[in-house]
């Protein structure tokens, strides 16, 4: 008997991930909420948050793990992005401006972030645009519009700033292009046009420059750009191999900002040390095999486009969450998935994981029902198959050969040249070839008798 889950490491990967997010959140933010008056002194303050989220985000998960996303496919398309497109919009208008950014709309106690929807929802109108047109990919103007909706999107969220929720809708356009089969060449050439526009926004934003100028020299000014920065480092630093122990970092005393968010990782490396960063790794690098290998063996493009989108933009949000805290690359205020502080974020990243256990279920399905065929099903002709665009099973065409034979005889009698009959299996029909048999006789003994007349 098959396990009741499609793929078990999926759910294991990510329980083991959100347990981890929680616990990293309360040791993490503990000493700020509860030395704090704005947090009513409470040391689990965020923690609460946070677990409210991820109740949430489970019980998300499992409702889009059981829907048909075949069925819904109409609604999570283009109604799902002019959606996210009117929040966006909204979010300039009534937004709340934090730290110079407006990315989030009140709700009551707490807040939504648009950004980490219209990720989703990227993802969910470029599966069905570019499955509809995957005979079309390589022509660009084909996918003009997947096109407009992206620029849209990436306009409007590099508007709040936010340049590091751009990138990854950008990554995550570039590689859903890629597995479906664009060109190299026009891929490059999108890159390339992708890199100038980058630049020019990094140009026009005096403070994106000063994170330039932070990264290429971190250690220039530790009290004042590269403060962060340097604290960052420090942190992974006095990890060692083996870490500080949970709950005994030293950066989390007001030393590091935006400790329990975007720079959690460094926390996380100095209480965990080398061997805790690995593993993080590990798990998000083995999310990324199980997820492309969901991919892989889906039979529907739709389907297959949506498990390597989600599974793609987690991969590659991580990477760049890590590669902040690590001065690999300049800040671009990404939350690291599932372990960040962040409702609207552990909420999409765990609805991410439903839509790839709902893939999954599928492919288990069709697994299931590839059993031995039955006796009529064994009995009939393989070597003709049929594949439509909406479910890529292949189905055998049941035939005793007769319309071979009838349109057969229809295109020699349409043209005057002489043109060899098609080959019929012999397996097809005894009567039909008999009856073909019999009827060449007759036409020679008639052929015989005119000739000695």
Not at 42 to 69: E, H, N, T
Not at 407 to 418: I, N
Request: contains cysteine; charged residues 20%.
């Amino acid at each position: 008997m098959r396990s009741r889950y499609a793929d078990p490491w999926l759910i294991t990967i990510t329980a083991c991930l959100t347990l981890l997010g929680l616990l990293m959140v309360f040791s993490s933010s503990t000493v700020m909420t509860a030395s704090s008056a704005d947090f009513r002194y409470d040391p689990f303050f965020f923690l609460k948050r946070q677990g409210l989220a991820a109740v949430i985000g489970v019980g998300s998960l499992l409702f889009v793990r059981r829907v048909d996303l075949t069925r819904l496919r109409s609604l999570t398309s283009v109604p799902f992005a002019i959606a996210t497109i009117g929040l966006l919009g909204l979010v300039m208008l009534v937004g709340p401006e934090i730290n110079g950014a407006k990315r989030w709309i009140p709700m009551g106690p707490f807040q939504f972030q648009v950004a980490e929807m219209a990720k989703l929802a990227l993802i969910f109108y470029l599966a069905d645009c570019l499955d509809r047109r995957r005979e079309k990919v390589a022509q660009v103007w084909r996918i003009v519009p997947a096109l407009g909706i992206f620029g849209i999107m990436l306009l409007l969220v590099e508007q709040e700033p936010d340049l590091g929720t751009a990138l990854v809708l950008a990554g995550v356009f570039m590689a859903m292009l890629f597995v479906a089969g664009a060109k190299l060449e026009h891929l490059g050439a999108m890159a390339a046009a992708g890199v100038m526009a980058v630049v020019t926004m990094i140009i026009a934003k005096p403070f994106r420059m000063k994170r330039l100028a932070t990264f290429v020299d971190p250690m220039g000014d530790v009290q004042g750009a590269g403060y962060q920065l340097y604290n960052s480092l420090l942190a992974l630093a006095s990890g060692g191999l083996w870490g500080q122990g949970i709950g005994n970092s030293h950066q989390k005393y007001n030393y590091l900002p935006e400790m329990h968010t975007d720079f959690i990782f460094a926390i996380y490396g100095e209480e965990l040390g080398f061997m805790g960063t690995c593993a993080l790794c590990t798990l998000y690098v083995a999310l990324l095999y199980k997820g492309f290998k969901v991919a892989v063996q889906c039979r529907r493009p739709y389907l297959r486009l949506l498990a390597a989108g989600v599974t793609f933009q987690i991969a590659l949000q991580a990477l760049m969450n890590m590669a902040v805290a690590s001065g690999c690359i300049p800040s671009t205020g990404v939350p690291l998935p599932f372990i960040s502080y962040g409702g609207s974020s552990i909420l999409f990243s765990l609805v991410s994981v439903g839509v790839l256990l709902n893939v999954a279920d599928f492919n288990a399905r069709n697994v299931e029902g590839e059993g031995k065929p039955k006796r009529r099903e064994r009995r009939t002709r393989l070597g003709a198959t049929l594949v439509s665009s909406s479910d890529e099973r292949v189905a055998p065409v049941i035939s005793n050969g007769t319309w071979e034979q009838r349109a057969a005889g229809q295109r020699l009698r349409r043209t005057e040249a002489r043109l060899p009959r098609p080959v019929i299996e012999p397996t097809l029909s005894d009567r039909s070839f008999t009856t073909a048999r019999e009827g060449r006789r007759q036409r020679n003994k008639r052929e015989k008798a005119q000739a000695i007349l």
